[in-house]
C-alpha cells in the first residue's frame, strides 16, 4: 500500500519525470495523428519508427568511434531522425518513379530499413560490451530511463507540434479535405504537406523513448481515430485527440509503476486501446449505441410516414375513414406491426380509431402532416417520370427511397422545374394513374 500511495501521490522525481514527459508525447502524438489519419496516411507512422532503426544504430556506432556517450538520447535523436526523413524520401522516390502504390512503397521501405537496422544491431550486439548497448529499449520503449533533459526535449518538441498545428489549422484542413482546391487557389501544397510529415517525423523521434519504433504508431493513429467518434468537428477533434493521447500516457505510466513487471510502452497503448473501444460503443456521432439508436429512430419515422400515406391515399376521393383492410392491402404489414404504428399516431393525435381498431380517420394536425407527405412523394414521382426517365412501374419504389428526406428547399426546387399545373395542386394527382 505504501507503494501504491507513493505512485498515486508522485511522490517519486523520477515517477514525475516519466509522467510528464509521457503525457506530453502523448498529447503531440494524438494532435499530429489528427491530421496524419484525415490525410489517409496512417501506415506511414509505422513506416517512420521503423525506419528510424538503421539511423540509431548508425548513431551508436558513429557516437562510440569519436568518444561521445553511444546511449546518449540526442546522438540517437539526430541518427533516428536523418533515417526517418531518408525513409520518407524513399517511400515518395518509389511512388514518383514507378507504378506502385502508397501501400506497396510503405512496405518495401518499412520492411527493408527495419531488416537493415536489426542486421546492424546484432552487428553491435557482437562487439566487445555490445550487450550492454541497451538499444532495445528503443525497439519496444523504456520511458523509466527518461531523464530531465529528455523531459524537456519532449516538452520543447511537443510545443512546437502545438504552436505549428495551432497556427496553421486552416491550412492543414484545407490540405486534409480539398487537397486539389488548394492546389487551384495557389497554396503552397507541397510545403505543407512536408511541414506535416515533419511534425509526424518529430513526434515519431520524441515516442521512440516513451512506446518505442514498433509501438509509435498507435499513438499517432488510436487518440484521433477514438475522437472521430464524438465529433465532426476538426478543432474539437484536435483537442479531444491530443486529450486522449495524454491521458492513455498518463494511465499507462501509473499502472506500469504499479506494476512493474509489464512495460510501461505496452501499457499506454492498452490504455490508449480502453479509450478506443469507450468511443466506439459510446460515441456521441458515430459510436454503435448512437447509431443503433439512430436508426432505430429514422426506421420508426419511416414506418409511421408510411401509415399516414397510406391512410390518405385510402381515403382520397372516397370515405375518410379507412378499414384496417384497407390499410393491409397497401403494404405488406404484418397485422401487430400496422396496430401498434397506428395506436402510436393516435397517441400523438395525429388520427382517431373506432372502438373496435377496426378502421381509423385522420384528424386536422394528421390530414396536414399526410398531405405533406404525400404531396412530396408525388412530386417526387413526377420528377421521375417527366426529367429522370423512370419507368411508371418503377417510380413509386423509388420515391419512396427519397420522399423522407426531401427538405422545403428541395421541394421548391421541384415546384420550380415541374409543370404548372402540379405546381398549383395542393396535392398532384397520381401520377401513376395519370400516366398512359
Same mark, same amino acid.
Given at each position: 500500500?505504501?507503494?501504491?500511495?507513493r !505512485?498515486?501521490?508522485?511522490?517519486?522525481?523520477?515517477?514525475?519525470? !516519466?509522467l510528464?514527459?509521457?503525457?506530453?508525447?502523448?498529447?503531440?502524438?494524438?494532435?499530429?495523428?489528427?491530421?496524419?489519419?484525415?490525410?489517409?496516411?496512417?501506415?506511414?507512422?509505422?513506416t517512420?519508427?521503423?525506419?528510424? @532503426?538503421?539511423?540509431?544504430?548508425?548513431?551508436?556506432?558513429?557516437?562510440?568511434?569519436?568518444?561521445?556517450?553511444?546511449?546518449?538520447?540526442?546522438?540517437?535523436?539526430?541518427?533516428?531522425?536523418?533515417?526517418?526523413?531518408?525513409?520518407m524520401?524513399?517511400? @515518395?522516390?518509389?511512388?514518383?518513379?514507378?507504378?506502385?502504390?502508397? #501501400?506497396?512503397?510503405?512496405?518495401?521501405?518499412?520492411?527493408?530499413?527495419?531488416?537493415?537496422?536489426?542486421?546492424?544491431?546484432?552487428?553491435?550486439?557482437?562487439?566487445? %560490451?555490445?550487450?550492454?548497448?541497451?538499444?532495445?529499449?528503443?525497439?519496444? %520503449?523504456?520511458?523509466? $530511463?527518461?531523464?530531465? $533533459?529528455?523531459?524537456?526535449?519532449?516538452?520543447?518538441?511537443?510545443?512546437?507540434?502545438?504552436?505549428?498545428?495551432?497556427?496553421?489549422?486552416?491550412?492543414? &484542413?484545407?490540405?486534409?479535405f480539398?487537397?486539389? +482546391?488548394?492546389? &487551384?487557389?495557389?497554396?503552397?501544397?507541397?510545403?505543407?504537406?512536408?511541414?506535416?510529415?515533419?511534425?509526424?517525423?518529430? !513526434?515519431?523521434?520524441?515516442?521512440?523513448?516513451?512506446?518505442?519504433i514498433?509501438?509509435?504508431?498507435?499513438?499517432?493513429?488510436?487518440?484521433?481515430?477514438?475522437?472521430?467518434?464524438?465529433?465532426?468537428?476538426?478543432?474539437?477533434?484536435?483537442?479531444?485527440?491530443?486529450? !486522449?493521447?495524454?491521458?492513455?500516457?498518463?494511465?499507462?505510466?501509473?499502472?506500469?509503476?504499479?506494476?512493474?513487471?509489464?512495460? &510501461?510502452?505496452?501499457?499506454?497503448?492498452?490504455?490508449?486501446?480502453?479509450?478506443?473501444?469507450?468511443?466506439?460503443?459510446?460515441?456521441?456521432?458515430?459510436?454503435?449505441?448512437?447509431? +443503433?439508436?439512430?436508426?432505430?429512430?429514422?426506421?420508426?419515422?419511416?414506418?409511421?410516414?408510411?401509415?399516414?400515406?397510406?391512410?390518405?391515399?385510402?381515403?382520397?376521393?372516397?370515405?375518410p375513414?379507412?378499414?384496417?383492410?384497407?390499410?393491409?392491402a397497401?403494404?405488406p404489414?404484418?397485422?401487430?406491426?400496422?396496430?401498434?404504428?397506428?395506436?402510436?399516431?393516435?397517441?400523438?393525435?395525429l388520427?382517431? &380509431?373506432?372502438? %373496435?381498431?377496426?378502421?381509423?380517420?385522420?384528424?386536422?394536425?394528421?390530414?396536414?402532416?399526410?398531405?405533406?407527405?404525400?404531396?412530396?412523394?408525388?412530386?417526387?414521382?413526377? +420528377?421521375?417520370l417527366?426529367?429522370?426517365?423512370?419507368?411508371?412501374?418503377?417510380?413509386?419504389? #423509388?420515391?419512396?427511397?427519397?420522399?423522407?428526406v426531401?427538405?422545403?428547399?428541395?421541394?421548391?426546387?421541384?415546384?420550380?422545374?415541374?409543370?404548372?399545373?402540379?405546381?398549383?395542386?395542393?396535392?398532384?394527382?397520381?401520377?401513376?394513374k395519370?400516366?398512359?
Amino acid at each position: 500500500m505504501d507503494s501504491f500511495w507513493r !505512485v498515486l501521490l508522485l511522490q517519486d522525481h523520477n515517477t514525475r519525470v !516519466v509522467l510528464a514527459g509521457a503525457c506530453l508525447f502523448g498529447a503531440a502524438a494524438g494532435l499530429a495523428g489528427t491530421f496524419l489519419l484525415l490525410r489517409k496516411r496512417s501506415l506511414l507512422g509505422d513506416t517512420l519508427g521503423h525506419a528510424t @532503426l538503421p539511423g540509431i544504430t548508425f548513431a551508436f556506432l558513429m557516437a562510440e568511434s569519436f568518444g561521445f556517450s553511444p546511449r546518449s538520447f540526442p546522438w540517437l535523436a539526430l541518427g533516428a531522425t536523418i533515417s526517418g526523413v531518408t525513409g520518407m524520401g524513399a517511400v @515518395l522516390m518509389i511512388r514518383k518513379l514507378s507504378r506502385l502504390k502508397d #501501400d506497396a512503397a510503405l512496405a518495401i521501405v518499412l520492411s527493408v530499413f527495419f531488416g537493415a537496422g536489426i542486421a546492424m544491431l546484432s552487428a553491435i550486439q557482437q562487439l566487445p %560490451g555490445g550487450q550492454a548497448a541497451g538499444l532495445e529499449r528503443l525497439i519496444y %520503449g523504456n520511458p523509466a $530511463s527518461m531523464t530531465a $533533459s529528455d523531459a524537456w526535449f519532449v516538452l520543447a518538441a511537443s510545443l512546437i507540434v502545438a504552436v505549428v498545428c495551432g497556427c496553421l489549422l486552416k491550412e492543414f &484542413t484545407l490540405l486534409c479535405f480539398d487537397e486539389a +482546391y488548394a492546389i &487551384t487557389a495557389g497554396w503552397p501544397v507541397r510545403s505543407l504537406d512536408a511541414l506535416l510529415m515533419g511534425l509526424v517525423v518529430l !513526434v515519431t523521434i520524441v515516442g521512440l523513448q516513451t512506446v518505442g519504433i514498433l509501438l509509435v504508431v498507435a499513438l499517432l493513429v488510436i487518440p484521433p481515430a477514438a475522437a472521430r467518434f464524438w465529433s465532426d468537428e476538426l478543432r474539437t477533434v484536435s483537442l479531444f485527440a491530443a486529450a !486522449v493521447g495524454g491521458i492513455s500516457a498518463v494511465v499507462g505510466v501509473l499502472s506500469s509503476a504499479l506494476l512493474p513487471g509489464l512495460p &510501461t510502452g505496452a501499457l499506454i497503448v492498452l490504455s490508449a486501446a480502453l479509450f478506443f473501444g469507450i468511443s466506439f460503443l459510446l460515441g456521441k456521432k458515430r459510436g454503435l449505441l448512437m447509431r +443503433y439508436f439512430v436508426e432505430r429512430e429514422a426506421a420508426r419515422r419511416l414506418q409511421r410516414e408510411h401509415v399516414l400515406r397510406a391512410i390518405f391515399e385510402c381515403a382520397e376521393g372516397a370515405d375518410p375513414v379507412v378499414s384496417i383492410d384497407a390499410l393491409l392491402a397497401k403494404r405488406p404489414w404484418k397485422k401487430s406491426q400496422l396496430a401498434s404504428e397506428v395506436g402510436l399516431l393516435a397517441d400523438e393525435g395525429l388520427l382517431t &380509431t373506432d372502438p %373496435g381498431g377496426s378502421s381509423v380517420q385522420l384528424n386536422g394536425r394528421g390530414d396536414i402532416e399526410a398531405r405533406r407527405l404525400v404531396r412530396n412523394h408525388r412530386l417526387w414521382e413526377i +420528377y421521375l417520370l417527366t426529367h429522370a426517365d423512370v419507368a411508371p412501374s418503377r417510380v413509386d419504389r #423509388d420515391a419512396d427511397l427519397i420522399e423522407h428526406v426531401l427538405d422545403p428547399r428541395l421541394v421548391q426546387e421541384l415546384e420550380d422545374i415541374l409543370d404548372d399545373k402540379a405546381r398549383e395542386r395542393l396535392v398532384p394527382s397520381n401520377p401513376e394513374k395519370v400516366q398512359p
